[in-house]
DNA sequence: CATGAATGAGAGTTCATTCAT
DNA sequence: TATGAATGAACTCTCATTCAT
């Protein structure tokens, strides 16, 4: 009872935040209003600046969150395909989920990354910040695991190679949800499938190569 | 004389978009407002909106025009190199130099395209959308000299094809863009040499092996 | 036709003022929002501020107005009158007059002066500045001439004295104003009587009186 | 018992008035916000209306509660001094200091009254009222023991007297606060001199003098 | 009694865009 | 064509005050 005020603002917040994603994902984030969030979320606008600084905080508090789904559906993918082929697959789908869920909390984690110093602040931005960073832990021990199995090329994978991967895979993910009309039109292709074929050609950079021999000509041949 | 009519809009639009242009690098297109392109463009606010239809075509326009820059810096940069590797990375580095310093353009072109069904429109969005197709050529013709003198794996390159690779480079330069501060913080790397190392894996794709020669069957098989 | 634009700004200004005038003698200053002023104006809130820094300024520029107004019934007054005790109590009462019309913006007056250094200064409040300080120099001229004219105890008079006065009369209008309802009934008089037998009172310490004449120059000499 | 519960409310509502008036002091009555009040006080903001109806209220207890100090300063100021003359000054010096330690407090009394007619309330606006009836009946007083003792003019003094007495030295002191930096520049005179001096102007108009004897009384007759 | 929480209301400001001339 | 002026529609923020517990 004495103990209800650590959660209390948690309820709001989330009520607030549940509204606001609402309006976001049906009319994007520039177009929602304060004024609309407050009536969706049944607050008066005032109460809005009591739970959020402002309008981006709310966006940034949305954003962590769907970052938070994401993290859990990557580690329920990984954890859940047998082979690696398909756990890195599994990965890139959920990549691609993500955006297509949230194409606009995905386009605010691809820019400029708010380098916190303090990392025992607790706001969103630190909380966001940390949640990549357990991302790439769950896909750093993923690959390495992988590799001391050997089923990838055995060499240490870093971060930096993480982000190459990560860069490839959320680039193909752009193309295929960007540039989706254009795909359907001048190639015919659905963006799923596109996504996919890029997706393997991604993993086909890992793969050791004995095994590697094989694909590819066939892949794109067959993929029209 | 009807010639004369028709370029002298094209002078004020130049001087507008110049200025706009100037403003946009300076402070980025939503930190700027109309009011300082018309003081910078010497126009009053309002005859601004007589050359363009609002902020948002000043900044297609813009977009059409660095893209316009960034085709012939590539099709130099794939004309200049003698081998195909080089010709490769030269057009990535192009399209990183190109985010570099049009982050802003840049990212336009990565959302959305309007698809324009009318092929003889002339707004800008139209000419953008063509000058795209132009660099898809130049990319494609690019790639079929290529594998025809033996440089790269000997099958029919489309724009799928075209437009995966297209999409992981894009992701590279994103991610060496954007996370800058967190690459070298965390992995103690420039963003230069981070895109540059992707991009050679890219490229590793297309290189003729002979024993990657024949595999993808599976990959397809499997793949959908 | 050209050079109507120096005057356009003025019209609007007007008429912004003429309506917050009305809306502030009704209700206030602070009890008037700027919605209600823009609304009585016939403007929208934000064509307020194009003419207006803020509901402060509106309340100064009214201030200068009213000042201006003032300053002409008191000149008006001071020249109206044959003799120089009646052009004092004329004064006096126009003082009266303008508190009892302008309560707010005579307590603006009252409120401290913002000096402006800069003189070439064309903001309402460098106005009231300078129309204050004409309304010294009427004071001024008057009460001179009355001296010469054998009306007035023979010495200089003074911004100083001017400023005595001023404050006792000020002091008085302000009693008869604020604590009418208490002079009512606890004195059963009324403000404007009230008013009236303090002025003749501060007028009697101008009288030139043969006794007083020595009396005055050692309070003044000894009151330093 | 019963004055015990009497009792309690008056230690919060002091504590709440007691950090009410150092912030009042600080910065301003209108600059304090309520919940800088209840930081100050160590009470949480909802509090604050348990003991006071509103901020103007508490704003009113305060100076009813200077008020009082400002009667006991006046009290002691003329039982003080051995020269009537002597203690008219001391008086209009107590109402100067006054003003100068509670600007704000000083413009509150200057402000309508509001009678109550239920002089059995309680309130703080009861109490100054009252107080301020003590404040006349010291000085109706003085000036009638002054007059008995051949010190001033053989008259009886009056309630609208005093109030004529009080609204001129209130006048001046408004002038001498309120202008100060003004003075300071165009008659290069500190505000105490000001003050000062034109206090010995009013006393003249007190001072028993044969000849002003019946002058005075025609205007007084007349004024009515 | 004490208070956490909510809020109505309004100030201030910004800006892209429109419109009459 | 060019533009001065006007404005709708926000966002952001602040605060005194209320109310349920």
Known sequence: MARRKKEDPEIHQNRIADAAGRMFLEKGIRNT????????????????????????????????????????????????????KDRFIAAG???????????EYNQILLSPIVISRDTSADDCYSRTYRAGEEINEIL????????????????????????????????????????????????GQKPEAFFREGLEKIYSLLE????????????CGGGK
């Open 33 to 84: 209003t304060m004024d609309e969030v407050a009536r969706a979320a049944g607050y008066s606008k005032a109460t809005l600046y009591v739970y959020f600084k402002n309008k981006e905080e709310i966006a940034a508090f949305l954003t962590w969150k769907s970052m938070k789904q994401f993290k859990e559906s990557l580690s329920e993918a990984v954890s859940r395909e047998a082979s690696y």
């Open 93 to 103: 789908v959920a990549l691609y989920n993500y955006a297509m869920q949230y194409p």
């Open 140 to 187: 750093l021990s993923c690959m390495d695991e992988a590799r001391k199995n050997g089923a990838l090329q055995d060499r240490e994978y870093t971060v930096t190679e993480i982000f190459h991967l990560w860069g490839m895979i959320a680039g193909l993910v752009q193309i295929a949800q960007q540039k989706r009309d254009y795909l359907l039109l001048a190639c």
């Open 208 to 219: 050791k190569k004995e095994e590697q021999a094989m694909n590819d000509t066939v892949i």
